[in-house]
């Protein structure tokens, strides 16, 4: 399965880093071709064909379903937020739906204090969540398909990772809401995020807070990840923002070494929810996913197995250096 991985990611290059502040940002770009064409969540929003709703009227907090009217697979990116219906939510894993499909999507609460309707349907929160709280979800996430097969969160890790956010914003949400949080410091973000433009033929980003590398996204797919990139940029700042010291920039060679470390890790794979395959790798370094149609990368997520650098130099939150029990709070 090494030889697997190796195959999956050795075609991504890194391109030349900037750096703001305490955060520096490499692009990255792939020379293999795409898998697939397909949709992003904004686009298929606004143009109006695609429908999130609950599974049902009762509702059930950890799926929703996706109705894909498109005649194009629609990705949807682990981490991505939904607002509305009963309660926020996001995804557990990355997704390729099928043109013209239903699906039941896995997905964690990011507003604990609401069980009621706002709206009918879903939309784009705009928001991906932060690597600090989106490295404990697919840690349980991990776990739990080793266990048993099903993308399920520790939902309980997941409020309180939130929660540890919330309190280093020095803000209080009434309901709980990741979005607040990042509502409450999006002046900040947006002032990061200017200095992070996306450049020509751009499929990813690796981001380092401190000198650390934090984490990398990437979308085979140029034009989709154009739609991605701001969205991908702020949830990564986000985390840089609440750390707020270091103005160290991330030296080349560890960028380039973190590329490598990838190919050296244990790789698992399962079958996704929607098209192609869900891998799952971990290494000493590191830990993530990616996602695999036709023999080729469609999305691939990758965090520092200590998570980004925190206030005091130590090392992420509570949590997500070591695996979550997946099963406690999950509902």
């Not at 898998?35 to 907090?61: M, S």
Request: contains cysteine.
């Amino acid at each position: 399965m090494k030889k697997d991985a190796h195959a999956l990611f050795s075609h991504i290059r890194p391109g030349e880093a900037r750096t703001f502040k305490n955060v520096s940002i490499l692009p990255l770009f792939s020379d293999a071709r795409p898998a697939v064409e397909h949709l992003v969540l904004k686009e298929a929003l606004e143009q109006e064909l695609v429908i999130i709703r609950e599974v049902d009227e009762g509702g059930r907090v950890p799926e929703l379903v996706v109705e894909n009217n498109a005649d194009r697979p629609l990705l949807i990116l682990d981490g991505e937020e939904l607002f509305g219906a009963k309660q926020n939510r996001v995804l557990n894993t990355t997704v390729l739906l099928r043109k013209k499909s239903a699906t039941i999507i896995p997905v964690s609460c990011t507003e604990q204090g609401r069980w009621h309707y706002e709206t009918k349907t879903f939309q784009d929160s705009g928001i991906i969540m932060s690597p600090r709280v989106r490295g404990v979800k697919n840690r349980s996430v991990q776990d739990a398909l080793r266990a048993t097969g099903e993308y399920r969160s520790d939902q309980g890790a997941v409020w309180n990772g939130i929660r540890e956010q919330a309190s280093d914003a020095s803000i209080q949400s009434p309901t709980g809401a990741m979005r607040d949080v990042h509502e409450a410091r999006r002046h900040d973000i947006e002032d990061y995020g200017k200095h992070f433009p996306c450049v020509d033929g751009q499929q990813g980003i690796m981001v380092a807070i401190g000198g650390r590398v934090a984490g990398m996204d990437l979308v085979s797919y140029p034009c989709a990840y154009a739609l991605l990139h701001a969205k991908l940029v702020r949830s990564y700042v986000m985390d840089a923002v609440l750390l707020g010291d270091g103005d160290k920039g991330l030296d080349m060679a560890e960028a380039v070494q973190f590329l490598d470390d990838i190919a050296g890790c244990e790789v698992s794979r399962y079958k996704s929810v929607g098209h192609g395959w869900d891998v799952r790798f971990e290494g000493r370094r590191m830990f993530g996913s990616a996602l695999e149609y036709r023999k080729g990368l469609v999305h691939m997520a990758v965090f520092a197995a200590d998570g980004v650098v925190q206030k005091n130099g130590g090392g992420g939150m509570a949590g997500y250096s070591r695996r979550a029990g997946y099963r406690r709070n999950n509902l």
